[in-house]
């Protein structure tokens, strides 16, 4: 059974910065496109950032330049560094895979920031 876990959220002041981690599980098949989404309160979910394996990394206009995803040689394990963070920015940070076609989800880390 794949499973996909978020890790790193937490509470960071304006301006601040944090590092998320994605790790997938469960799957002798490494993923094919990893991404980062975001849900805030009373809003829908949107896309932060995304890569495919082989391709370039995208990004959400309101995060370019702020934010920047990584991902291991194995598409395993997908990171997501913040900085310059902001009250906008506070939301519920989920990890999505995909593979062999199949979309998988994480559980979601939360993000505050806050002064």
């Known amino acids: 059974q794949v499973q996909v876990v978020e890790s790193g959220g937490g509470l960071v002041h304006p301006g601040g910065s944090l590092r998320l981690s994605c790790s997938i599980s469960?799957?002798?098949?490494?993923?094919?496109?990893m991404s980062w989404h975001r849900q805030a309160p009373g809003k829908e979910r949107e896309l932060v950032a995304g890569?495919?394996?082989?391709?370039?990394?995208n990004y959400a206009d309101s995060v370019k330049g702020r934010f920047a995803i990584s991902r291991d040689h194995a598409m395993k394990t997908s990171y997501l560094q913040m900085q310059s963070l902001k009250p906008e920015d506070t939301a519920v940070y989920y990890c999505?895979?995909?593979?062999?076609?199949?979309?998988?989800w994480g559980q979601g880390t939360q993000v505050t920031v806050s002064s």
């Open positions: 999505k895979a995909r593979i062999r076609g199949a979309e998988f």
């Open positions: 469960g799957s002798i098949y490494s993923a094919t496109a």
């Open positions: 890569m495919a394996s082989g391709g370039m990394p």
